[in-house]
């Protein structure tokens, strides 16, 4: 069975500070997707990025990055320069190798980030 | 934006009555799931689609059942309502392909008094 854990329930930060949101993964499947999805306080749910486990190199997506460690099974995403805009649940979701049946997705339990001006 | 819509997006309902929640996409995507949203628990699974008439349990089918009848339409049926229902209902879609992105409905609050 797969499972997903974000640590950190709630963070708060100020304005322009550099916040890291932290995704630890477990499965036994060596072929898995890790994700990020967003979802601001109007409700929706957001796709943010998509890594593959053959693929480890980090991304950088404007002040959005993630840094994809299989040795500590951690997918930890920190966004730079926070705003307000920022202000969201952010959910860490993994998948094994998709197949007939699709892609059925393990998410985390969210982690609530308050960004104040 | 992937075209999906959920109906209704709020509802209130008695225990023990029957409620049907609406997944409608209109990107012709094969695969359809419904996930629900409690606090702490991020997202789980209830039910998938993997084409017309084709479905299957998720982790949180207890209570739940599931009809495709067409490409289009998802619908989630809860057969007898609980008050461990209250949640926010959410529809996905995907497709075959490298990317295997899920993408999200608005989702429907459903409230069981």
């Known amino acids: 069975a797969q499972k997903v854990t974000q640590a950190q329930t709630e963070i708060s930060v100020v304005e322009k500070e550099d916040v890291t949101l932290d995704c630890v993964y477990e499965?036994?499947?060596?072929?898995?997707?890790l994700f990020w999805y967003k979802q601001p306080p109007s409700g929706e749910l957001v796709f943010l990025i998509r890594?593959?486990?053959?693929?480890?190199q980090n991304e950088i997506s404007g002040r959005y990055s993630w840094n994809f460690q299989k040795s500590t099974s951690s997918f930890n995403f920190t966004i730079t320069a926070s705003q307000v805009v920022d202000s969201a649940v952010y959910f860490c979701a993994l998948s094994i190798r998709p197949n007939n049946a699709g892609n059925m997705l393990t998410f985390g339990g969210g982690t609530r980030l308050m960004v104040k001006p | 934006d992937a075209g999906i819509t959920q109906s209704p997006r709020h509802k209130v309902t008695e225990t023990g009555t029957p409620v049907t929640l609406r997944c409608h996409q209109t990107?012709?995507?094969?695969?359809m799931y419904w996930y629900r949203q409690d606090p702490g628990h991020g997202l789980r699974l209830i039910h998938y689609s993997y084409g017309v008439k084709d479905t299957d349990k998720g982790e949180v089918s207890d209570g739940y059942s599931v009809s495709r009848s067409k490409t289009e339409d998802f619908l989630l049926t809860l057969e007898s309502a609980t008050s461990s229902q209250t949640s926010v209902y959410f529809c996905?879609?995907?497709?075959?392909?490298?990317?295997?992105?899920?993408?999200f409905g608005p989702g429907t609050r459903l409230t069981v008094t």
């Open positions: 890594r593959n486990s053959f693929d480890e």
């Open positions: 996905a879609i995907s497709e075959p392909s490298s990317t295997y992105e899920q993408y």
């Open positions: 499965t036994r499947d060596t072929t898995y997707y």
């Open positions: 990107e012709n995507h094969r695969y």
